[in-house]
Nanobody, 126 residues
Framework: EVQLVESGGGLVQAGGSLRLSCAASGFTFDDYGIGWFRQAPGKEREGVSCISNSDGTTYYTDPVKGRFTISSDNAKNTVYLQMNSLKPEDTAVYYC???????????????????WGQGTQVTVSS
């Protein structure tokens, strides 16, 4: 059974930093991509970043480029999202997902092969 557990969310002031963790189990970690997504109140879930565990290739969406860094510890089956220079508009529930076949099309809502964690709240105060 695929399981993903996020942690590390919380309340931070604008300009601050947080590091999210996504601990994965129940699948062959190296065969998947791990993506981070977020959903703000009243908005659709959106892709933030993805890492291909097979070769370490990383992807970022425009709102977070230069501020967020995704990394993976394959020995621990854990993916991290380091978030710096946080803004109030980064406030959302952050989810990680295991992505079958890697990071292709990870931002598409209809992309199959996603397995979700339960989410962790990130709140950035102004």
């Amino acid at each position: 059974e695929v399981q993903l557990v996020e942690s590390g969310g919380g309340l931070v002031q604008a300009g601050g930093s947080l590091r999210l963790s996504c601990a994965a189990s129940g699948f062959t970690f190296d065969d998947y991509g791990i993506g981070w997504f977020r959903q703000a109140p009243g908005k659709e879930r959106e892709g933030v970043s993805c890492i291909s565990n097979s070769d370490g290739t990383t992807y970022y969406t425009d709102p977070v480029k230069g501020r967020f860094t995704i990394s993976s510890d394959n020995a621990k089956n854990t993916v991290y999202l380091q978030m710096n220079s946080l803004k109030p508009e980064d406030t959302a529930v952050y989810y990680c997902a295991a992505l079958a076949w890697g990071c292709w099309d990870f931002t598409s809502p209809n992309r199959p092969g996603k397995y979700w964690g339960q989410g962790t709240q990130v709140t950035v105060s102004s």
